[in-house]
């Protein structure tokens, strides 16, 4: 997240300073230096991941607190400038608030802090040049605009993390439980499960001389050899109703009945097993 507000601060603050400059006929070289120091500053967000999981959000925020600031004292506090912060706060909790939430008020009540002070001490100076016509415009809106769209990217970027945490998760889940035992556990996290089975059968297959055969065929042959039979039992268990459980070497470990009931599982058992089936 610290690297997606990085490149966006990056990405936004550039356009600014040169558009700024076309609309004023003020000396846009102080405006200019700022931004690019922000940009830079932004753009080397993820080279602070190296000194800690904390040091590329307190970089950034330390940063744009910064140089927004000396951005509010020559645009002056009425022009919105210092409303770019209000991105820094989100952010920080985003960043920081699930692990270090003592780390991530203090940077938030620092910012409020700062968004505060400037209002009233820069709004005691003489109105700058800067901020007349329609370059006051477009200061305002830049500062409304990027407290918007950075939190707002930087929710998104994490919501979908979750979400695809989550998939790995239920997928790697499937690898290991069968579908319905993956559903209760995901609909009820923390319960202690348990299932009241009235009939099943278990398949516990395991090749006779496979140590022999192995040293026969060889690593590539052994791997073959299990893929096609097993894939074999694979395809019938999923056709007629019974869950594979696992595969341990040479061992193939299925069940019919459990974790849902299906009639007569002896005959779905043997049904795997038949050698004209396979």
């Known amino acids: ?63 744009s607190t910064t140089q927004v600031t000396a951005l509010a004292y020559i645009f002056g506090s009425q022009s919105g400038v210092l409303l770019n912060l ?76 979750a979400e695809a945490a989550e998939e790995a998760r239920k997928r790697l889940l499937l690898t290991l439980m069968p579908e319905p035992v993956v559903r209760d556990l995901l609909a009820r996290p923390g319960e202690t499960l348990s299932y009241d ?15 022999r055969q192995s040293r026969v065929l060889g690593s590539q042959g052994t791997v073959q050899l299990l893929d096609r039979l097993y894939g074999a039992f694979d395809m019938q268990a999923a056709t007629i109703g019974v869950e594979k459980i696992k595969t341990v070497g040479d061992a193939y470990l299925a069940v019919a009945g459990a974790p849902l009931p299906v009639d007569d599982p002896e005959a779905r058992i043997l049904v795997i097993t038949d050698r004209d089936e396979l």
Do not use: K, M
């Open 1 to 63: 997240i610290s690297n997606l507000a990085g490149y966006l601060v990056a990405v936004l603050v550039i356009p600014f300073g040169v558009i700024y400059s076309l609309l004023t006929a003020q000396d846009w070289r102080p405006v200019l230096a700022c931004n690019l120091a922000l940009a830079a500053a932004g753009a080397i967000t993820p080279l602070f991941h190296r000194l800690g999981q904390i040091a590329a959000p307190i970089w950034l925020a330390l940063a």
């Open 86 to 161: 209000l991105a820094i706060p989100p952010l920080t909790l985003l960043t920081l608030g699930p692990r270090r939430p003592v780390l991530a008020a203090a940077l938030t009540a620092a910012t409020l802090a700062v968004i505060f002070v400037g209002t009233v001490f820069f709004d005691r100076l003489p109105v700058s040049a800067w901020a007349e016509g329609a370059a006051a415009y477009h200061v305002f809106g830049v500062a409304i605009g990027t407290a918007a769209i950075i939190p707002f990217a930087a929710v998104f970027f994490a919501i979908r993390s």
């Open 197 to 211: 089975i009235a009939h099943a059968c278990v398949l516990f297959a395991d090749l006779a001389g496979f140590s």
